[in-house]
């Protein structure tokens, strides 16, 4: 069965509606986590845009769940509209056990269609030292991103490894999510690596997920084009 882990970014004011669509749907599983946005003031500004701070609220939803979800928040939240947030699916390779595939599913029948494996956009996920971000999003913007999103996080690495080839291992950290078109995607981490990598203050360290559906990327898509 097609599984995907659906991520939505939106302002936080929004969270209570976004969850009563996943209630709508019967989706089991709901995670809520408190970021802000990278746009600069430029940004914000030209597009009309007020206020960063964000809720990255998630699910795993089967495909035809998926495409519901995505149909209904464009409906009743605009997501695909610039401004209103981003919603993205990520593929799930595995699930741990039938048990748990039965609850996520509420023990629906096994697709016969195979899931698509061609993806026109990633997530890059990249994890920093706390208070990089903007290092970060300097070295990516210039190489293709649109924007991100930072998440606060903390590391719990073991004493053992604090440190790890010369580089110390802080405990405060960030994740910053960023989705960009699959043709960007090698730039942006190429930039972020080099100008916010390991060797700099941020120790930034990053991979991409695939993305197999996207919405509320139409103004960088546009400006693609």
């Known amino acids: 069965m097609e599984l995907n882990f659906v991520i939505s970014i939106i302002d936080r004011d929004k969270r209570d509606r976004q969850a009563a669509i996943y209630k709508s749907l019967g989706l089991k599983v ?69 048990q748990t595939m039965a609850y996520l599913t509420d023990n629906k029948p096994m697709d016969s269609e ?26 990516a913007r210039p190489a293709g991103a649109g924007g991100g999103t930072v998440i606060s996080a903390k590391g719990t690495m073991i004493k053992q490894t604090e440190k790890f080839h010369g580089m110390s291992i802080a405990d405060e950290k960030e994740v910053v999510l960023i989705v960009a078109s699959a043709k960007n995607k090698a730039d942006i981490m190429r930039a972020i690596m080099e100008k916010a990598g390991t060797q700099t203050k941020a120790e930034a360290v990053c991979f991409s997920l695939p993305v197999s559906q996207v919405a509320g990327l139409r103004r960088i898509e546009e400006e693609e084009e």
């Open 30 to 98: 709901a995670l809520t986590m408190l970021g802000r946005g990278t746009a600069t003031s430029k940004d914000l500004l030209t597009h009309g845009l007020t206020g960063t701070e964000k809720a990255v609220m998630a699910t795993v939803a089967d495909r035809e769940s998926t495409r519901k979800l995505i149909t209904q928040t464009k409906v009743i939240m605009f997501i695909d509209i610039p401004g209103n947030g981003i919603m993205l699916s990520v593929p799930i390779k595995s699930i741990g056990g039938a």
């Open 114 to 139: 195979k899931p698509k494996m061609e993806f026109a956009h990633e997530l890059i996920y990249v994890i920093l030292n706390e208070g990089y971000s903007d290092m970060v999003m300097d070295a």
